[in-house]
């Protein structure tokens, strides 16, 4: 729950376990992040350890075996995943191809822009995306300028967690080159949006011009305790002899 009564400071929230507290069992919850970069470590840990389940993520991938969203897969707690790539988690696998993991697979662009839709209160949209293969099984199409395109539909979520780089206690982030990715998308998405940060500053510290998301997208805000970073796939550069 919030701190103080401080408008200035009224998101702002102890860490991670406070953060995701009221999360229940069902929920559904878009999920920041790219791989594993700009992941919500901390706050995917929290909700690791208070072990709620049957939930519905939205995330454009479920991290690795053991880090990121992959130790709630682990820990048997998402029901479904709605995603774009997958192929990085070999629990994923196991769990979808024995029945136990429902999967909706999204092309990327459709993905991120299921979310920013969704956000801006755009209930769906049409796109070519998809056409003509299994993503468009069951959906609406219609031909525009002798093209046809698939109706998609919006997403919003329970809850959002993202990852930024500085924040406001006001709930104004900014994120940080590629682990900007998926993050200020998902951040609109959620009705309620919990965001960490490395760096959390008091408000008019921002410049405002640098604001990636608005803080009235933001409902909780906490500084990281500490963030692993891990490097998904660690590649160097062979030197000839």
């Not at 919990?194 to 008019?204: K, N, S």
Request: charged share 25%; proline share 6%; hydrophobic share 40%.
């Amino acid at each position: 729950m919030p701190t103080s009564r401080d408008p200035a400071s009224a998101k702002t929230v102890e860490g991670p376990a406070a953060a995701v507290a009221d999360v229940p069992a069902g929920a559904s919850i878009a999920v920041g992040g790219f791989g594993l970069s700009g992941n919500p470590e901390t706050a995917i840990q929290a909700l690791r350890d208070l072990g709620v389940g049957d939930l519905t993520v939205v995330s454009n991938n479920c991290g690795v075996d053991d880090f990121g969203l992959g130790i709630l897969l682990a820990n048997r707690q998402v029901r479904k995943m709605v995603s774009s790539y997958v192929g990085e988690n070999k629990i994923f696998e196991q769990q979808f191809l024995s029945g136990e993991l429902e999967v909706e697979l999204v092309p990327q662009g459709t993905l991120a822009e299921r979310l920013r839709a969704g956000g801006a209160g755009i209930p769906a949209f049409y796109t070519p995306a998809g056409v003509g293969t299994p993503i468009a099984d069951g959906k609406e199409t219609r031909e525009i300028d002798g093209r046809e395109y698939l109706l998609e539909h919006g997403i919003t979520t329970d809850f959002a967690i993202v990852r930024a780089w500085k924040g406001d206690t006001a709930g104004n982030l900014v994120y940080r080159k590629t682990a900007r990715n998926f993050n200020p998308l998902v951040a609109t998405a959620g009705r309620i949006t919990i965001a960490e940060v490395e760096e959390l500053v008091p408000v008019g510290e921002l410049d405002p011009d640098h604001v990636h998301t608005p803080g009235i997208y933001v409902q909780r805000i906490f500084r990281s305790p500490g963030l692993e970073k891990r490097i998904e796939r660690r590649t160097v550069r062979e030197v000839a002899a």
